[in-house]
């Protein structure tokens, strides 16, 4: 029978490698000795699988994607260290038993080859969240073979199931392994950063920390989805999987380095186990249906209208051909433009909405763009039905728009339209990374393909914004 004897969490930041830091590495010193202490302990259990859970593979919306041949092979080349390589032997016997596993509970799964990346338009290579751990472990352990597994835009409740899968075909095979949780923190510990400063970053950070020490399952899949989302993490997902490969067990984590040096969170950790009879899935499965029920609950009428209309389309193909009552007079006898958008765990997941209503009223365009935002944004697949109590609705009311100058312009109250020869452009206000009048007019511009030194009209409008 086989077992995962040991759980780490690992960043993957290039620059800890000494071919690619060139001194810079001295400055994550705690970050290099935690990669080095975990590297000797795996070693020293003479694994001879490396489990790890990358974002940086091949990521899918409706499934996890497993390496699928006999070898992958990468390199740090992007990082500027070529000769930095990599030839890893994928364990196909547990790959295969993994994803039938996955299978007999629901879970898509994407096999990923030489040939079927080729048909996904993917490359076939080592991932630098799978490459930078394999650095210090191979340093110290050779002759394992790897399970390469990149997470996909899944419900999280799923990802932890996957995990259960993993767990339970470790179990029927031979294998002695380690499974490897590769994730970054928050990328926005610092103004100076490459990815900026938020305070909902440090939040994160703390967060997540304590809640995976103290083993508070509930607790990460309960963690605010705005803070969740304005950390701008990659490795959460990893770790759904992680503990639901921890499940039937009482977990305690032990923080062998935390660093944010360069603006990134960098978090190494390991686990000790205790068993339990926690039914821990079904526990999270309760908990989600309360926190849905109580959003629904408390969902303003617009939000309400767009959920509602949303599932409605997904469970009949159809519009919705009532009207509730909860609908108010106001989105009965009113014309507005409306956004609709979709966030799934913090990422957009649709959006589509009108300018200048297009219907009656809003309640028409609410349900119009809810249903588009769902099922013809051309950035994403199709949401599933079994999505939806994942996915966060949030309706964006225009008022009218009213003409402007230059100077009456305030990025982060007023939303702009710009208007030439028939060309008209659009940006909503209080955007992320939109903070002057100069870039809000550069961006509205080049999105109607308006040049910048032409004599176009400005108009200005507010947002009225309803969330979950």
């Not at 179990?171 to 510990?189: P, T």
């Not at 499940?247 to 950790?269: A, P, W």
């Not at 390991?270 to 309360?290: I, V």
């Not at 990374?433 to 004599?455: F, M, W």
């Amino acid at each position: 029978m086989g077992s995962i004897s040991a759980f780490y969490t690992m960043p993957h930041p290039p620059i800890v490698i000494p071919e690619i830091g060139r001194g810079e590495e001295k400055k994550i010193r705690a970050t290099f000795d935690a990669f080095d202490k975990a590297a000797a302990e795996i070693a020293s259990l003479d694994a001879d699988t490396i489990i790890i859970v990358t974002p940086h593979g091949p990521v899918f919306s409706d499934a996890v994607a497993l390496t699928y041949d006999n070898s992958i092979k990468g390199t740090l080349g992007k990082f500027s260290a070529p000769q930095v390589a990599f030839k890893e032997e994928i364990d196909i016997y547990l790959t295969e038993k993994i994803i039938e596993m996955a299978e007999e509970e629901g879970i898509m799964t994407a096999e990923i080859t030489k040939n079927s990346a080729k048909r996904y338009g993917i490359g076939y290579e080592l991932d630098h969240g799978a490459m930078v751990p394999l650095y210090f472990i191979n340093k110290k352990l050779s002759g394992y073979k790897l399970v390469h597994i990149t997470y996909g835009m899944l419900p999280k409740i799923q990802l932890y199931k996957f995990g259960m899968c993993i767990r339970k075909a470790v179990e029927e095979s031979d294998s002695k392994a380690v499974f490897i949780a590769s994730g970054d923190l928050s990328h926005k510990l610092r103004a100076e950063g490459p990815y900026g400063y938020t305070s909902e970053g440090e939040a994160f950070d703390r967060e997540i920390i304590s809640l995976l020490q103290a083993g508070d399952v509930q607790g990460v899949f309960n963690m605010d989805c705005n803070i969740v989302e304005k950390a701008a993490e990659c490795g959460l997902r990893s770790y759904y999987i992680m503990l639901g490969a921890m499940d039937g067990y009482n977990i305690k984590g032990h923080l062998l380095s935390y660093e944010g040096t360069f603006g990134v969170g960098y978090g190494v950790m390991s686990f000790s186990l205790e068993a339990s009879d926690t039914d821990m899935y079904n526990a999270l499965l309760e908990s989600g249906k309360r926190r849905f029920s109580e959003k629904i609950n408390n969902s303003d009428p617009y939000v309400r209208l767009a959920r509602e209309s949303l599932t409605h389309y997904l469970l009949y193909d159809k519009y919705i051909d009532y009207r509730p009552a909860y609908v108010t007079e106001e989105m009965k006898n009113t014309k507005r433009g409306v956004f609709v958008s979709l966030k799934k765990e913090g990422q957009l997941r649709g959006c589509i909405g009108t300018i200048f209503p297009v219907t009656e009223n809003i309640a028409e365009e609410i349900i119009r763009n809810a249903v588009e935002a769902g099922t013809q944004d051309p950035r994403f697949s199709p949401v599933a039905e079994a999505e939806l109590e994942e996915i966060d609705f949030s309706v964006d009311v225009l008022t009218e728009a009213q003409k402007a100058s230059k100077e009456e312009l305030d990025p982060q109250k007023y939303g702009v339209i710009v208007r030439w020869r028939g060309r008209t452009g659009l940006l909503l206000p209080d955007l992320e990374g939109v903070d002057t009048v100069e870039e809000q007019l550069d961006i509205a511009l080049r999105k109607a393909g308006i040049p910048n030194g032409a004599d176009y009209s400005i108009e200005k409008f507010e947002v009225i914004r309803h969330k979950e």
